[in-house]
C-alpha cells in the first residue's frame, strides 16, 4: 500500500510564498515522475508542474518564473516553492506520482490534497 501526504498550504496575502511538501510512503520500490496538480472551485483540475525522476521539469505558463518545483529522491518527497502568489493560485493543490510498489508494474497514486488561499 502507498500513500502521498502534503502538507504547506495555507492563508497568505497576494504576493507572499508558501512552500509545499508532499511524501510518499509504503511499498515504493521506485518512483518514477511526480507532479502537482491544483484544483479551484469549479473549475478543472489542472497540472501546475512536473518533474522526472532525473530532474527534467515542466511548468504551467501560468506559474512560470514564480513556481519552482524540486525532489529528494531519498525521501521520496516533492516539493513546491510557490512565489509571488497571487489571487487566481487560489486552489486545492495536489500531489500526484508514478510509482513501481512491484516490478515492472507502474501505477499512479494521489494525495489528498492541501488548500492554499490567497486573500488579502
Known amino acids: 500500500q502507498v500513500q502521498l501526504v502534503e502538507s504547506g498550504g495555507g492563508l497568505v496575502q497576494p504576493g507572499g510564498s508558501l512552500r509545499l511538501s508532499c511524501t510518499a510512503s509504503g511499498n515504493i520500490f521506485i518512483i518514477y515522475g511526480m507532479a502537482w496538480y491544483r484544483q479551484a472551485s469549479g473549475k478543472q483540475r489542472e497540472s501546475v508542474a512536473t518533474i522526472t525522476r532525473g530532474g527534467s521539469t515542466i511548468y504551467a505558463d501560468s506559474v512560470k518564473g514564480r513556481f519552482t518545483i524540486s525532489r529528494d529522491n531519498a525521501k521520496n518527497t516533492i516539493y513546491l516553492q510557490m512565489n509571488s502568489l497571487n489571487l487566481e493560485d487560489t486552489a486545492v493543490y495536489y500531489c500526484?506520482?508514478?510509482?513501481?510498489?512491484?516490478?515492472?508494474?507502474?501505477?499512479?497514486?494521489w494525495g489528498q490534497g492541501t488548500q492554499v488561499t490567497v486573500s488579502s
Open positions: 500526484y506520482a508514478d510509482i513501481v510498489s512491484q516490478f515492472p508494474s507502474t501505477r499512479g497514486y
